[in-house]
T-cell receptor, first 114, second 111 residues
């Protein structure tokens, strides 16, 4: 149990366009999901905490108007990168919690902005 | 969350036991030790966690020192598929507190 599905696994988009990434908890309900970003050869950096039915909480330095997070149901959170630029190219990973403390992660989305 | 210190990288021969150390000298009484790993271009994967007793599951064993200031993750018979970055994280288990990743240990299994 505790499977998190992330889609798409990779995407290439043109500079200036927007991209939506979906994160679904398949076999459990997640009131909270987390979004991370990872640049090459670096560790995961938490971007925001997504709460079902309320506004997301963003980490310092993360632009909330650029990285739109919607957590409309207990099994789905989406991250939209708006007006993407090449510097937004990165590996985006979502995570959810089932039970006490163990986090389950999606397989990640590799975004390339050209 | 308490800070952790791990070696940057380690090598281990295939078939041998891989022992990954983690120092967490500022750990508090209610904090658990969690281990995750990240294989290249994938999301992190939970391995094991513990409070003060040694733990074992189908993936690994976790040895926590009596003073809880350090721990060792043991992969008993390492395979090439165990090549990954291993993260040691110390935190309280309950609630929705954010999970913070350090730099981890890059483990390379040598054929």
């Amino acid at each position: 149990g505790a499977v998190v599905s992330q889609h798409p696994s990779w995407v290439i988009c043109k500079s200036g366009t927007s991209v939506k990434i979906e994160c679904r908890s398949l076999d459990f309900q997640a009131t909270t999901m987390f979004w991370y970003r990872q640049f090459p050869k670096q560790s995961l950096m938490l971007m925001a905490t997504s709460n079902e039915g309320s506004k997301a909480t963003y980490e310092q330095g993360v632009e909330k108007d650029k990285f739109l997070i919607n957590h409309a149901s207990l099994t789905l959170s989406t991250l939209t990168v708006t007006s993407a630029h090449p510097e937004d190219s990165s590996f985006y990973i979502c995570s959810a919690r089932k039970g006490t403390g163990v986090r389950t992660f999606g397989s990640g989305t590799r975004l390339t902005v050209v | 969350d308490a800070k952790t210190t791990q070696p940057t990288s380690m090598d281990c021969a295939e078939g041998r036991a891989a022992n990954l150390p983690c120092n967490h000298s500022t750990i508090s009484g209610n904090e658990y030790v969690y281990w995750y790993r990240q294989i290249h271009s994938q999301g992190p994967q939970y391995i094991i966690h513990g409070l003060k007793n040694n733990e074992t599951n189908e993936m690994a064993s976790l040895i926590i020192t009596e003073d809880r200031k350090s721990s060792t993750l043991i992969l008993p018979h390492a395979t090439l598929r165990d090549t990954a970055v291993y993260y040691c994280i110390v935190r309280v288990p309950f609630g929705n507190e954010k999970l913070t990743f350090g730099t981890g240990t890059r483990l390379t299994i040598i054929p």
